[in-house]
């Protein structure tokens, strides 16, 4: 065994190092809600009606739901008042349901319908007609 620089070796000095993460504690559902709430004053005091969350980091952070981003629009409307609602294709619903920690409604649509009719369909029972809504920006445009 070589003594390297210093006058120690790779694994002295790896068996000095202590487990960063034994402190850390998984986000609580109550963080999730606090953050919802919060971005919802945000939102209310700018003005924006609705925000699409789009599956991947952003969906995460408000929901703590890990769903990576693909070529079907999954993700999330939230609303500056009321409840966040939830969008995804109908063959990922049983899916969907199980990877949810903040739990809301589901909207799901099928192949032979538009993800964004059922988009607006749902920003119209929020009582969403005109207004600001933020998207995503990780958001494929195919999608926008």
Not at 57 to 83: C, D, K, S
Not at 98 to 123: N, R, T, Y
Request: one cysteine or more.
């Amino acid at each position: 065994m070589t003594i390297g620089i210093g006058g120690s070796t790779a694994e002295l000095e790896l068996a000095k190092l202590a487990d960063m993460t034994a402190d850390v504690k998984a986000i609580s559902l109550q963080e999730f809600n606090e953050r919802i709430e919060s971005a919802q004053a945000i939102m209310q005091r700018e003005g924006i009606k609705a925000v699409y969350l789009n599956a991947g980091t952003n969906l995460y952070y408000f929901t703590g739901m890990r769903w990576g981003a693909g070529e079907r629009m999954v993700g999330a409307i939230l609303p500056a008042q009321g409840e966040l609602q939830f969008i995804a294709p109908h063959f990922e619903q049983d899916t969907i349901n199980e990877f949810m920690q903040v739990q809301a409604p589901l909207h799901c649509w099928h192949e032979h319908e538009s993800p964004a009719q059922l988009f607006g369909d749902i920003l119209a029972k929020l009582d969403i007609a005109d207004g600001t809504v933020g998207i995503d920006e990780a958001t494929a445009f195919f999608n926008v």
